[in-house]
Each structure stands twice: as structure tokens, then as C-alpha cells.
């Protein structure tokens, strides 16, 4: 995975759960990615967000790590609406 920020070594990408190459998120749309660095487009922002959300959603077992992740995604959302 050399595009992973983490080198694989996150929640969403647990190289021991599920094997070396598999991400739940396509390159680029990582949650680190988006929160740590937002786009200067606030649709895009909004846009990759919601799709994290509801990638994490759609999950049947959420570890805490994922479900404080999905807290963090939420509030960026409700945030990002908040501004101009």
C-alpha cells in the first residue's frame, strides 16, 4: 500500500485482521486523509465525507476506534455546513 498514509496500520486497513492489500476506503478518501487535510472545494469536502460516513455505516461489526473515527467524520460534516 505505498498511496497509505498509516503504511496500512489502522483501523480501516488492519493488514493482521484482513491481509496486506485490502483498505475499506479507495486511495485518496481515507478518513486521515480527509481530516487531517481537507480539500480547498467544500462539495468535494462534504461529498467525501458523506461517503465515509456511510462506508463505516454500512458495516455490521464498528470497533471503538471506527465508531470514534465515524464521531469525528459526523462532526467535520455538521461543521463544514456551519461555515460560508
Known sequence: ????????????????????????????CC??????????DMVAYRRELAM???ILEERTFITNMESQRLAELR?????????K
Open 1 to 28: 500500500m505505498p498511496y497509505c498514509i498509516r503504511n496500512g496500520n489502522c483501523e480501516y486497513c488492519d493488514r493482521i485482521r484482513y491481509g496486506a492489500d485490502f483498505c475499506f476506503f479507495p486511495q485518496g
Open 31 to 40: 478518513p486521515f486523509d480527509i481530516l487531517g487535510h481537507p480539500p480547498e
Open 52 to 54: 465515509n460516513i456511510a
Open 75 to 83: 462532526a467535520a460534516l455538521t461543521t463544514s455546513y456551519q461555515e
